[in-house]
């Protein structure tokens, strides 16, 4: 099993070295991997439907206990055969619908990337991995909607798109790794067993919020939902694939896959009616408004995901039934619109519903496949998708006191959807063909057969439900209920309410679509409303975030010396300012100070006096020998406590840096003032205030005893081991031998450097 | 004498400072060598400052014993004086070799040093 999901990651990583192959004629080949994959998958539906299993364990690193762990349920089953059985088709569709696009190569390497992860999600038993497989999904989704990416358009719907889901996915991290540590397994199969201990834990509504958000971003729910419309800027190939049969189902997969696990408490059932319930209706209504194809499937595609969640979240075995068979329902008509979208503005070269008319006269088996994916999408019998709406209209109708409600919300966005059904597979094809359109034929095969190969099992899985009932529907009841019961699913029911309602929904649809012509007109009403949309406020948040961060860093990292130094000194003064005043505690020993004679302070005055010079002096000259005079001073303050080495070095280092001044002194600049009086005086004030603050803390540590240990060290061994009676030279060239080797090799590096840039000799170029 | 150097120590610092934050590259240097200057001075005080007794073993004896000058902060600010002339005289010339080709001496007009090639 391990092979058969790593297959895709193989063959995307093999794409850039058959870039080729694939562009030529090598690209009909890639469509038989996912359909090899699907005839895999088949082959376990025997024992799959028995009620077994299927387990493959690779240990990865244990210590950590993630592994490699895959189980193929019902619930996995089903998707995955949902995942290599439209992508097939997909992978087929591609070959013509991109033919010779430059990049088809890379399409088809992010397309089997993106199956490969999406295969490795639903099998996944191990949380951590299923975290990982669901982050590729969002990365490679990222990748195939920034296809065209020389359409800013393209590349910002890929961001936000990413952004949004990339969000849901560390929600997920959080979420795992919380439920992996209050479980004590990161495997799906062993926290079942844990069910009640996770339920009744402190950690419970923290693992539900995570996964909710995880669920919801990736599943486009409310208010989560909007990335979704834009998702639709990619190939429409992808926008089947991804945005309306599989990746978008991922998080329902979450939902379905935790539901015997987290699921049956009040917040879990709860949280996901409202949301539900919210996104299907207004997902529904805005699709009413739409003149894209693509945008009116999008909002649909919407409502679907709102009506999975709103079900898996009444939790009752009926509406979970109704749940995995309205996955099914779903995937097959809203692909098959999809792809007949697909063909049309491949065809036609627009998707705008109020146009397109009258498409059946040149394209027949498209217009075929859309009536029959609308008519099914409408849930008229005898279509699948007249099986999916009773059923939930069974879930939602014997609820007790909010039966009503919800009853009405599902019927509210079942008329809808209907509405955008029509508007989407019927509209463009019945009426007059105007004449701009005489022109337009009908695509490849591989184009038109798989939307009516879909749509066609919409209607064969409608006439004959014990195609599927047994070997797929029930496995994914029995993984989402994790009990015995039995189910049956018939078309036919009989007259009752339920029929009744299916009846009632059918009538207002076809009469909504009658009423309801769609225009500019209606579109631009509901731009009134962008300013408060979701959308509207993320990308609001955005800019301002972004214009906070340019401040923030422009304000910081502003690229001028004195400014960073202003902003640490400045800090630092009011930190350790704000200590001292807290209590400082100055004591000075006065006899412990050694006594002052005439000549220090002389010195000391002398000194003072060079260091104001320095400053405040207008020449350049006068600064530089001041500084001399300073160096000199101190080499005397050394020479009076102790220090005769000090005072010799400093004296020749000093004379050293004053000569080097002076020869270059007149190729130096002019001395000028650059700053206003109002920085020179903010600069001298926080001078002022630092070497104040240096001056205190010196004597604070003054009054503190010191540790005299390595200077006794040093003092009794300098001759007993290195045999010299100059403890300072001893130290510097025996105890520390390797750190003044280093020292002269900076210096003389500096040397060096010195050297190089006296002799650079720049081109009359570079002068410029 | 303590009290004097302390507040030579905070005066060296705060001149070297205030120069650093000057736009003019010779007085950033000048500010470099002020406060290197007043580092080594700190570092010397805090060592505790001893008049007339430097670390050197007088020949008749093989330790020091009676009370002497640290030698330890001494051998540091040996070490800061010498890395600092490398220091100092590396920047003296860079800033030659600077203003030679940009013909500024304003640090805030040498970030457009980018564009003087283009």
Same mark, same amino acid.
């Given at each position: 099993m391990i092979i058969a999901i790593l297959s895709g990651f193989i063959v995307a990583s093999m794409v850039p070295i058959l870039s080729k192959l694939i562009k030529g004629k090598g690209s009909i080949l890639l469509p038989f991997l996912p359909l090899g994959l699907f005839a895999y998958f088949i082959s376990f539906i025997p024992k799959v439907s028995n009620g077994i299993a299927v387990d493959r364990f690779y240990s990865w690193v244990p210590s950590f206990g993630i592994d490699l762990s895959?189980? /193929?349920d019902g619930l996995s089953m089903l998707f995955a055969l949902l995942i290599t059985g439209i992508g097939t088709l997909v992978f087929f569709y591609t070959f013509s619908y991109l033919k010779g696009h430059p990049y088809l190569d890379r399409f088809y390497g992010y397309l089997s990337m993106f199956m490969a992860s999406m295969l490795g999600l639903v099998l996944s038993d191990n949380i951590i991995t299923l975290f990982i497989f669901w982050e590729l999904t969002s990365i490679s989704s990222f990748f195939l909607i920034g296809f065209n990416n020389d359409d800013p358009n393209s590349r910002k719907s890929a961001l936000l798109a990413l952004s949004i889901t990339g969000l849901g996915g560390l929600f997920l991290l959080a979420g795992v790794l919380l439920l992996g540590t209050s479980g004590g397994t990161y495997s799906i199969q062993d926290l079942l067993s844990q069910s009640e201990a996770l339920k009744s834990s402190a950690n419970y509504n923290w693992i539900i919020f995570l996964l909710f958000i995880a669920a919801f971003t990736k599943s486009a729910q409310f208010p989560f939902h909007f990335w979704l419309p834009g998702a639709m800027k990619a190939p429409t190939p992808v926008s089947t694939y991804l945005h309306s049969a599989t990746m978008v189902k991922a998080g329902i997969y979450l939902l379905a896959r935790f539901t015997p696990v987290l699921g049956g408490t009040p917040e879990w059932n709860n949280t996901l009616i409202i949301v539900g319930a919210v996104t299907m209706t207004y997902a529904a209504i805005h699709a009413l408004f739409r003149l894209d194809m693509k945008g009116i499937l999008a909002y649909s595609t919407i409502s679907a995901l709102g009506i999975l969640v709103f079900l898996i979240g009444l939790g009752t075995e009926q509406a979970l039934l109704a749940a995995g068979v309205f996955i099914l329902v779903h995937a097959l008509y809203k692909a098959t619109l999809f792809l007949v979208t697909g063909i049309v503005d491949h065809e036609t070269g627009t998707r705008d519903v109020s146009v397109l008319s009258g498409l059946r006269k040149v394209m027949m088996p498209v217009a075929i496949a859309a009536f029959l994916a609308a008519l099914s999408n409408a849930g008229a019998p005898p279509f699948f998708g007249f099986i999916g709406k009773d059923l939930i209209y069974e879930a939602t109708l014997y %609820? $007790?006191?909010? &039966?009503? @409600? %919800?009853t009405g919300a599902a019927i509210v966005t079942n008329v809808c959807l209907l509405f955008a059904g029509l508007l989407a597979g019927y509209k463009p094809f019945v009426g007059a063909l105007p004449t701009q359109f005489e022109k337009v034929h009908l695509p490849h095969p591989t184009m038109w057969a798989p939307p009516l190969i879909l749509a066609g099992l919409g209607l064969l899985f409608g006439l004959i439900p014990s195609l599927i009932e047994k070997s797929i529907i029930q496995p994914v009841f029995t993984s989402l209920v994790n009990n015995e019961t039995v189910i049956h699913i018939k078309l036919w029911h009989g007259f009752n309410i339920v029929l009744g309602l299916s009846l009632l929904t059918l009538t207002l649809g076809a009469m909504l679509y009658w009423k309801l012509k769609p225009s500019e007109n209606l579109m631009s009403k509901t731009l009134r409303f962008e300013v408060i949309s979701p959308k509207s406020l993320v990308e +609001? #948040?955005?800019? /301002?975030?972004? $214009? /906070?961060?340019? #401040?923030?860093? $422009?304000f910081f990292q502003n690229g001028y010396l004195r400014n960073y130094v202003i902003t640490i000194l400045g800090f630092l003064t009011l930190l350790l300012g704000y200590r001292l005043y807290q209590g400082v505690n100055l004591y000075i020993d006065f006899a412990s100070l050694t006594d002052l004679t005439?000549? !220090?302070v002389i010195v000391v005055i002398i000194m003072a006096v060079s260091i104001i010079f320095t400053v405040f002096s207008k020449s350049r000259l006068v600064a530089v020998a001041s500084l001399g005079v300073i160096g000199y001073a101190i080499c005397l303050i050394f020479l009076f406590y102790s220090a005769p080495d000090l005072a010799m070095t400093q004296f020749s280092i000093d004379t050293l840096t004053v000569i080097l001044f002076v020869l270059v002194i007149y190729n130096l600049p002019k001395y000028k003032t650059f700053s206003s009086i109002g920085v020179r005086i903010r600069d001298g004030v926080l001078s002022i205030f630092f070497g104040t603050l240096i001056a205190i803390l010196t004597l604070e540590v003054l009054s503190e005893p010191l540790n005299r240990e390595t200077s006794i060290f040093y003092a !009794?061994?300098?001759? %007993? /081991? &290195? +045999? $010299?009676? *100059? @403890?300072? *030279?001893?130290? %510097?060239?025996?105890?520390r031998g390797f750190d003044t080797m280093v020292e002269i090799t900076v210096l003389v590096i500096a040397a060096i450097g010195v050297f190089s840039l006296l002799k650079l000799r720049l081109k009359s170029i570079e002068k410029e | 004498m303590e009290l004097l150097l302390v507040m030579l120590i905070g005066l060296l610092y705060a001149s070297g400072i205030y120069m650093m934050l000057r736009r003019s590259m010779v007085k950033l240097i000048i500010g470099l060598i002020l406060l290197g200057n007043g580092a080594n001075m700190l570092i010397f005080l805090l060592g505790r400052i001893v008049k007339g007794k430097p670390p050197i073993i007088d020949s008749a004896s093989k330790m020091l014993t009676e009370i002497y000058a640290d030698p330890v902060p001494q051998a540091l600010i040996l070490t800061a004086i010498v890395i600092s002339f490398g220091l100092q005289s590396f920047a003296i010339i860079l800033v030659k070799r600077a203003y030679k080709i940009t013909a500024t001496d304003d640090l805030d007009e040498l970030n457009t040093t980018d564009e003087i090639y283009e």
């Amino acid at each position: 099993m391990i092979i058969a999901i790593l297959s895709g990651f193989i063959v995307a990583s093999m794409v850039p070295i058959l870039s080729k192959l694939i562009k030529g004629k090598g690209s009909i080949l890639l469509p038989f991997l996912p359909l090899g994959l699907f005839a895999y998958f088949i082959s376990f539906i025997p024992k799959v439907s028995n009620g077994i299993a299927v387990d493959r364990f690779y240990s990865w690193v244990p210590s950590f206990g993630i592994d490699l762990s895959f189980r /193929l349920d019902g619930l996995s089953m089903l998707f995955a055969l949902l995942i290599t059985g439209i992508g097939t088709l997909v992978f087929f569709y591609t070959f013509s619908y991109l033919k010779g696009h430059p990049y088809l190569d890379r399409f088809y390497g992010y397309l089997s990337m993106f199956m490969a992860s999406m295969l490795g999600l639903v099998l996944s038993d191990n949380i951590i991995t299923l975290f990982i497989f669901w982050e590729l999904t969002s990365i490679s989704s990222f990748f195939l909607i920034g296809f065209n990416n020389d359409d800013p358009n393209s590349r910002k719907s890929a961001l936000l798109a990413l952004s949004i889901t990339g969000l849901g996915g560390l929600f997920l991290l959080a979420g795992v790794l919380l439920l992996g540590t209050s479980g004590g397994t990161y495997s799906i199969q062993d926290l079942l067993s844990q069910s009640e201990a996770l339920k009744s834990s402190a950690n419970y509504n923290w693992i539900i919020f995570l996964l909710f958000i995880a669920a919801f971003t990736k599943s486009a729910q409310f208010p989560f939902h909007f990335w979704l419309p834009g998702a639709m800027k990619a190939p429409t190939p992808v926008s089947t694939y991804l945005h309306s049969a599989t990746m978008v189902k991922a998080g329902i997969y979450l939902l379905a896959r935790f539901t015997p696990v987290l699921g049956g408490t009040p917040e879990w059932n709860n949280t996901l009616i409202i949301v539900g319930a919210v996104t299907m209706t207004y997902a529904a209504i805005h699709a009413l408004f739409r003149l894209d194809m693509k945008g009116i499937l999008a909002y649909s595609t919407i409502s679907a995901l709102g009506i999975l969640v709103f079900l898996i979240g009444l939790g009752t075995e009926q509406a979970l039934l109704a749940a995995g068979v309205f996955i099914l329902v779903h995937a097959l008509y809203k692909a098959t619109l999809f792809l007949v979208t697909g063909i049309v503005d491949h065809e036609t070269g627009t998707r705008d519903v109020s146009v397109l008319s009258g498409l059946r006269k040149v394209m027949m088996p498209v217009a075929i496949a859309a009536f029959l994916a609308a008519l099914s999408n409408a849930g008229a019998p005898p279509f699948f998708g007249f099986i999916g709406k009773d059923l939930i209209y069974e879930a939602t109708l014997y %609820l $007790g006191d909010w &039966a009503y @409600v %919800l009853t009405g919300a599902a019927i509210v966005t079942n008329v809808c959807l209907l509405f955008a059904g029509l508007l989407a597979g019927y509209k463009p094809f019945v009426g007059a063909l105007p004449t701009q359109f005489e022109k337009v034929h009908l695509p490849h095969p591989t184009m038109w057969a798989p939307p009516l190969i879909l749509a066609g099992l919409g209607l064969l899985f409608g006439l004959i439900p014990s195609l599927i009932e047994k070997s797929i529907i029930q496995p994914v009841f029995t993984s989402l209920v994790n009990n015995e019961t039995v189910i049956h699913i018939k078309l036919w029911h009989g007259f009752n309410i339920v029929l009744g309602l299916s009846l009632l929904t059918l009538t207002l649809g076809a009469m909504l679509y009658w009423k309801l012509k769609p225009s500019e007109n209606l579109m631009s009403k509901t731009l009134r409303f962008e300013v408060i949309s979701p959308k509207s406020l993320v990308e +609001k #948040f955005r800019s /301002l975030f972004i $214009g /906070l961060a340019q #401040f923030w860093t $422009g304000f910081f990292q502003n690229g001028y010396l004195r400014n960073y130094v202003i902003t640490i000194l400045g800090f630092l003064t009011l930190l350790l300012g704000y200590r001292l005043y807290q209590g400082v505690n100055l004591y000075i020993d006065f006899a412990s100070l050694t006594d002052l004679t005439i000549y !220090e302070v002389i010195v000391v005055i002398i000194m003072a006096v060079s260091i104001i010079f320095t400053v405040f002096s207008k020449s350049r000259l006068v600064a530089v020998a001041s500084l001399g005079v300073i160096g000199y001073a101190i080499c005397l303050i050394f020479l009076f406590y102790s220090a005769p080495d000090l005072a010799m070095t400093q004296f020749s280092i000093d004379t050293l840096t004053v000569i080097l001044f002076v020869l270059v002194i007149y190729n130096l600049p002019k001395y000028k003032t650059f700053s206003s009086i109002g920085v020179r005086i903010r600069d001298g004030v926080l001078s002022i205030f630092f070497g104040t603050l240096i001056a205190i803390l010196t004597l604070e540590v003054l009054s503190e005893p010191l540790n005299r240990e390595t200077s006794i060290f040093y003092a !009794e061994s300098a001759y %007993l /081991l &290195a +045999k $010299g009676k *100059n @403890v300072v *030279n001893v130290i %510097l060239v025996d105890f520390r031998g390797f750190d003044t080797m280093v020292e002269i090799t900076v210096l003389v590096i500096a040397a060096i450097g010195v050297f190089s840039l006296l002799k650079l000799r720049l081109k009359s170029i570079e002068k410029e | 004498m303590e009290l004097l150097l302390v507040m030579l120590i905070g005066l060296l610092y705060a001149s070297g400072i205030y120069m650093m934050l000057r736009r003019s590259m010779v007085k950033l240097i000048i500010g470099l060598i002020l406060l290197g200057n007043g580092a080594n001075m700190l570092i010397f005080l805090l060592g505790r400052i001893v008049k007339g007794k430097p670390p050197i073993i007088d020949s008749a004896s093989k330790m020091l014993t009676e009370i002497y000058a640290d030698p330890v902060p001494q051998a540091l600010i040996l070490t800061a004086i010498v890395i600092s002339f490398g220091l100092q005289s590396f920047a003296i010339i860079l800033v030659k070799r600077a203003y030679k080709i940009t013909a500024t001496d304003d640090l805030d007009e040498l970030n457009t040093t980018d564009e003087i090639y283009e």
